[in-house]
């Protein structure tokens, strides 16, 4: 990992595939049920200028993950149910004339996004703030009085609840093959870092881990939230609360700053600082086929030449990558996206 060029390249595990997101544009990659991978590419909106504004670039950046992270699982899904309604289709005794053909899609609703988001936000205010300050409360009737004390057990339980769900949904066959892709996205991206040619073999030589990874920014929100919220000290149950809402933007706007650092430098300080995502990476990644590295490879390569040249124009496709490597372009269902994705 030490020998990693820091790009800006990044991307997301998704049901049976993946999104690579590069300067300017971003791809989604999915295995067909014919073995063929399925994939969509869109271009990125210009940066505004709050992107040069340090702690507010990394709030912007935080809300603005969560909405296409959001966005991009339920097209991923979307897309996988519809492959997988075509496959059924076809193996049917007698299947209509019809049967791979797609209905139009009036795309995915930013209403329902944005109920998504809403909803993934109210889960982790409850299971991150709500629950520890409230267990907290317990501990201090018991007789603890100690600020410290109580600050750092809360962001002990903080982290143990969260390294306790992500244990508990790595059991999940869905989950853990989603995994094996977050590993198939670090090993393209430390393959082309490294200047390779992007093969899966030479992917498969790298690490799962990686230390730009969004577990890693998780794992730095715990750290730097511990710390902050101790400068507080311990009010009472609703000032809490409060302060600890409040506090989310500061504290992710931190922990972007530090990811972006530590994913720049190799010191011992860096290495000291990036261990705990490390370690937790270890969790949230497993080791991928040469098949789940062709899909990672397939979405890197459909982002890289916008990476790589400011000249080449970024627009809306769908295609499907065949099993020999050529890519074959869907002109009807560009259109279908690029139509869906302007209405919303």
Not at 53 to 60: H, V
Not at 164 to 187: C, Q
Not at 222 to 236: C, D, E, K, R, T
Request: charged share 20%.
């Amino acid at each position: 990992m030490k020998n990693a060029c820091p790009t800006k390249v990044g991307g997301q595990a998704i049901l049976e595939g993946l999104m690579m997101r590069g300067s300017r544009s971003i791809a989604v990659a999915i295995r067909q049920p014919d073995g063929n991978i399925h994939l969509t590419v869109e271009p990125l909106k210009r940066p505004g200028n709050w992107k040069k504004i340090p702690i507010i670039r990394g709030i912007g950046s935080f809300v603005s993950s969560l909405v296409t992270g959001t966005s991009v699982l339920m097209y991923g899904a979307d897309v996988l149910e519809k492959l997988d309604e075509a496959a059924e289709a076809q193996k049917a005794p007698e299947a209509p004339q019809n049967f791979g053909k797609k209905e139009k899609s009036e795309g995915i609703p930013k209403s329902a996004i944005l109920l998504s988001v809403v909803l993934a936000l109210v889960l982790v205010v409850a299971l991150f703030i709500l629950l520890p300050t409230f267990v907290l409360g317990l501990i201090r009737k018991a007789g603890v009085q100690s600020v410290l004390l109580l600050n750092l057990i809360e962001g002990i339980l903080r982290i143990c609840i969260f390294i306790g769900y992500i244990l508990a949904v790595r059991k999940m066959p869905d989950i853990r093959r989603t995994f094996e892709y977050h590993g198939a996205e670090h090993k393209t991206i430390h393959c082309f870092e490294n200047g390779l040619p992007l093969t899966p073999e030479n992917a498969q030589s790298f690490y799962t881990l990686h230390p730009r990874c969004g577990t890693s920014f998780m794992m730095f929100v715990m750290i730097i939230a511990l710390l902050v919220f101790s400068l507080f000290g311990w009010p009472n149950l609703a000032v809490r609360v409060l302060t600890r809402l409040i506090l989310i933007p500061v504290i992710a706007g931190l922990s972007y700053e530090l990811l972006q650092w530590t994913g720049r430098h190799d010191s011992g300080i860096v290495k000291v600082l990036s261990m705990p995502g490390i370690l937790l990476q270890k969790v949230t990644t497993c080791e991928p086929s040469l098949k789940q590295l062709e899909v990672a490879i397939a979405a890197m390569n459909a982002v890289l030449p916008a990476h790589q040249d400011p000249n080449v124009p970024v627009d809306y496709w769908v295609g499907v990558q065949l099993a020999d490597g050529s890519l074959v372009k869907n002109e009807e269902e560009t259109a279908e996206y690029r139509a869906s994705k302007e209405k919303n």
